[in-house]
T-cell receptor
Framework: EADIYQTPRYLVIGTGKKITLECSQT?????MYWYQQDPGMELHLIHY???????EKGDLSSESTVSRIRTEHFPLTLESARPSHTSQYLC?????????????FGPGTRLTVT | DAKTTQPTSMDCAEGRAANLPCNHS???????VYWYRQIHSQGPQYIIH???NNETNEMASLIITEDRKSSTLILPHATLRDTAVYYC???????????????FGKGTKLSVKP
């Protein structure tokens, strides 16, 4: 089983609040990712990181920001939540070097902004 | 990046083999075929990947045609727990830049029925 964790699993919050979704992995993976998925829809990559102090935007534009101060930790922040941010957010990690390797996904955070 | 085409949905009887097709007619020589699945709204799970040769692991077999323009994921004895959305993804196996990132399409919704 993959050792990648996300908290909280569910979050209901009011418009305008600042939120941080946590993601941690204990596998020593350099590369980490955040995906966004609306119910019944495709996963879209919104952020990724190659390692400490590296962050890149993904294929889908997002108002969220990320940081990578420690290898194992890749939090996602929304400064001012809006109903349009209601979605599931999935974090993943993978090795960065060598032969192709799989991405390990966390259980996701289901965010509802009222 | 090579695009993939998968059927929207498939049914399979419990205990029978599930054969999930994927077309990737524009695949390049350095691109791998990856398969992931997503059960309900959990994080996707890696299944298998391959370049040219057929591959088998404890979860599934991957059959890639000689011209590499299509592939088939085989679950040899499908169970109810295999009901999920199955994603076929084609990507280069390089982790420099965004080329190693996975792009998830709509996938095939496999329903395993008793």
């Amino acid at each position: 089983e993959a050792d990648i964790y996300q908290t909280p699993r569910y979050l209901v919050i009011g418009t305008g609040k600042k939120i941080t979704l946590e993601c941690s992995q204990t596998m020593g993976h350099d590369k980490m990712y955040w995906y966004q998925q609306d119910p019944g829809m495709e996963l879209h990559l919104i952020h990724y990181s190659y390692g400490v102090n590296s962050t890149e935007k993904g294929d889908l534009s997002s108002e969220s920001t990320v940081s990578r101060i420690r290898t194992e930790h890749f939090p996602l922040t929304l400064e001012s939540a809006r109903p349009s941010h209601t979605s599931q957010y999935l974090c993943a990690s993978s090795e960065y070097q060598g032969a192709p390797s799989e991405q390990y996904f966390g259980p996701g955070t289901r965010l509802t902004v009222t | 990046d090579a695009k993939t085409t998968q059927p929207t949905s498939m049914d399979c009887a419990e205990g029978r083999a599930a054969n999930l097709p994927c077309n990737h007619s524009t695949i390049s020589g350095n691109e791998y075929v990856y398969w992931y699945r997503q059960i309900h709204s959990q994080g996707p799970q890696y299944i298998i990947h391959g370049l040219k040769n057929n591959e088998t692991n404890e979860m599934a077999s991957l059959i890639i045609t000689e011209d590499r323009k299509s592939s088939t994921l085989i679950l040899p004895h499908a169970t109810l727990r295999d009901t999920a959305v199955y994603y076929c993804i084609v990507r280069v196996a390089r982790y420099g830049g965004s080329q190693g990132n996975l792009i998830f399409g709509k996938g095939t919704k496999l329903s395993v029925k008793p």
